[in-house]
């Protein structure tokens, strides 16, 4: 099926676009999901087309078929009239006959406005909902409890964006920076979490997700249940699935996905106060701590501290966590306010 040239009636009539918009579907959700993020330039009809769905499942329950054949024969009436008069004769497709449905369905239900006002709907998807956004700076760490139920926690430097309230059919967030995420479960609601180039689905689990806008990577790392990720590969899109010990790490820069084991301690330990180091530099530990303790850390000669640390803290204050890898990797340490000084023990 060639999408790329869907009117907005055509989405509105198409029974996957339908189950996508309704969350009925799992391989719905997963396609549609999909082809949104690969074709942005269609945002605008999607979001119309998903709207007017939307609003006749509100409404047509009211209407009879009757009345539905009833205009439509009105309407192909007039038509045929029109067309004698110019001297066209043409009658009205079976296609044309479900669109024109479609636009009864749209008036009797009282949404005559939305075609005279369509202007009001040309913006993204996102905005059709209030969006709040919950946010931490460096040192801070959050719970969010979301209106289903869901409960977030949301690492230091993180913007966890969500709905006031949860559409009737879909459950959808937007992450950057890094969260633990504990799904209600609903099974006639998807939970999806948007990360630049994935989206991770779930009904009801818990996960990891780790997306800083500055790493090379966003890792998906699964704690319990079921996961589906949508991942962009090169020039197509893939879904992966995950159960617990499962993590996906895509890479920014080439594309690329691959499902591994994971270290729980080094992947989700952060939420229970863990800092777990294997075999990491100084490079690697510095711009941790600095995030995980909200300070800054200025280094002396750094290329001059040699050598990896393997360590687990929890609950340490920063005092603690600098002197026994101070030890380890052989420097000194100065703290001043939120500023730590650090340089090579052999120059003190």
């Known amino acids: 099926m060639d999408y790329k040239h869907y009117k907005i009636e055509d989405f ?29 330039e269609r945002e605008n009809e999607i979001a119309q087309a998903k709207e007017m769905i939307l609003n006749l499942r509100f409404k047509s329950s009211d209407i009879s078929a009757n009345l539905i054949e009833d205009k439509i024969r009105v309407i192909n009436e007039k038509i045929d009239n029109k067309n004698n008069e110019t001297g066209k004769v043409k009658s009205m497709s079976p296609q044309y006959k ?22 009001k709907y040309q913006k993204k998807e996102e905005t059709i909902a209030k969006y709040l956004d919950k946010t931490t700076s460096s040192g801070q760490k959050i719970n969010v409890t979301l209106t289903d139920g869901t409960v977030v926690k949301l690492n230091s430097q993180s913007k966890l964006k969500v709905p006031e309230k949860f559409t009737a059919n879909k459950r ?12 209600e479960k609903d099974a006639s609601k998807p939970f ?40 962009k590969m090169k020039n197509d899109y893939d879904t992966l699935d995950l159960l617990p010990n499962d993590m996906v790490i895509y890479n920014k820069a080439n594309e690329l996905a691959q499902k591994v084991t994971f270290d729980t301690r080094k992947e989700i330990g952060w939420k229970d106060g863990i800092i777990y180091f294997e075999n990491a530099n100084v490079a690697e530990i510095f ?36 002197r026994v890898m ?23």
């Open 192 to 231: 999806l979490v948007h990360t630049g180039e994935l989206v991770t689905m779930v009904k009801g689990t818990a996960f990891n997700i780790a997306a800083y806008n500055d790493d090379e990577e966003i890792r998906v790392a699964v704690s319990e249940g079921s996961v589906g990720v949508i991942v």
């Open 287 to 322: 711009p941790y701590l600095e995030k995980w303790y909200g300070v800054k850390i200025n280094v002396e000669k750094q290329e001059e501290i040699l050598g990896s640390f393997v360590g687990e803290f929890q609950d340490e204050n920063l005092d603690n966590v600098l």
């Open 12 to 40: 509105v009539l198409d029974k996957s676009f339908e189950e996508w918009v309704n969350g009925k579907n799992q391989e719905s959700i997963a396609f549609w999901e999909k082809w949104k993020m690969e074709h942005p």
């Open 98 to 119: 479900n669109i024109a449905a479609t636009i009864l369905l749209l008036l009797v239900a009282g949404y005559t406005l939305w075609f005279f006002n369509k202007e």
């Open 172 to 183: 959808e967030v937007f992450l950057e920076g890094e969260a633990f995420f504990e799904v």
């Open 326 to 348: 101070g030890n380890a990797l052989g420097f000194n340490y100065r703290i001043e306010n939120k500023v730590v000084h650090i340089k090579p023990s052999k120059y003190d």
